[in-house]
Nanobody
């Protein structure tokens, strides 16, 4: 079992920056690839970014490439999402998730554990 707790979501103006954190507890953090997903009202949950167990491999959805950076601190059992140049369309509830499979994935169904989410609102 893994428990995930996101934090850092706030209201921010367009063009601003924000860093989300996801603290984990339970099973060894390095057993999991970690991902960030988001869900805006009336839409399906979508993939944002993922990072491998070692941190050596990352993937991003096209809309955030060059603006968002996923990272992890295995000593602190925490994964981060640094978000720069924020746009109103980035407004959503952001979820972190843990994936115990062999390779990193962009599919939400491959993730085993989820946090409760943190709200990010970007005003224009």
């Amino acid at each position: 079992q893994v428990q995930l707790v996101e934090s850092g979501g706030v209201l921010v103006q367009a063009g601003g920056s924000l860093r989300l954190s996801c603290a984990t507890s339970g099973r060894a953090f390095t057993s999991y690839h970690m991902g960030w997903f988001r869900q805006a009202p009336g839409t399906e949950r979508e993939f944002v970014a993922t990072i491998s167990r070692s941190g050596g491999n990352t993937l991003y959805t096209d809309s955030v490439k060059g603006r968002f950076t996923i990272s992890r601190d295995n000593a602190k059992n925490t994964v981060y999402l640094q978000m720069n140049s924020l746009k109103p369309e980035d407004t959503a509830v952001y979820y972190c998730a843990a994936d115990y499979n062999w390779s990193v994935s962009q599919r939400s169904g491959d993730y085993d554990y989820w946090g409760q989410g943190t709200q990010v609102t970007v005003s224009s």
